[in-house]
């Protein structure tokens, strides 16, 4: 874009010799990104918070599915509900294992790790003797990590 100026010289808008923008300029850009900044932000803290609970309920319906084809395939598993974790990790390696009788095994991807924790602050998938429970934060309990569940 140009414009004349007198003497019929052109100067080029955001040439390289021209001046930038006044102080007024700027205070007016900073101004109302804090306003976009100051209405985003509530609406992103409640984000990370529901997509973890999502991200543990799908690894708990994924371990449920896991243990409702085992059962289907074979008996079910009744392990005997333990304190410590012991039996989060019994039914596991059951699911994970390979077993050429039984048709669709292992019936949980091998390349899934489990790691047990017993802090309130996280989703943990709990047995109850016939399937996983979700464990809440903020309750006690030892379990299955979801959220670590990869």
Known sequence: M??????????CFF???????????VMIVIGV????????????????PGSKAATAEANLEYLNQAVL????????ITN?????????QAVFATLQARDA??????????NFRSNLSNTDTTYRAS?????????SPGS???GLDLLLLQ
Request: aromatic share 6%; net charge positive.
């Open 2 to 11: 140009t414009i004349r100026h007198g003497h019929g010289r052109k100067r």
């Open 15 to 25: 040439a390289s010799g021209t001046r930038g923008m006044s102080l007024v300029e």
């Open 33 to 48: 990104l804090a306003v976009i900044a100051s209405i985003l932000i509530p609406a992103m803290v409640g984000i990370v």
């Open 69 to 76: 084809k085992f059962n289907h395939a074979s008996t079910e």
């Open 80 to 88: 005997a509900v333990e304190s410590g974790g012991a039996d989060e």
């Open 101 to 110: 009788t039984l048709p669709g095994s292992p019936f949980l991807g091998t």
């Open 127 to 135: 047995w109850n003797g016939r399937m996983f429970q979700l464990v």
């Open 140 to 142: 006690a309990g030892t």
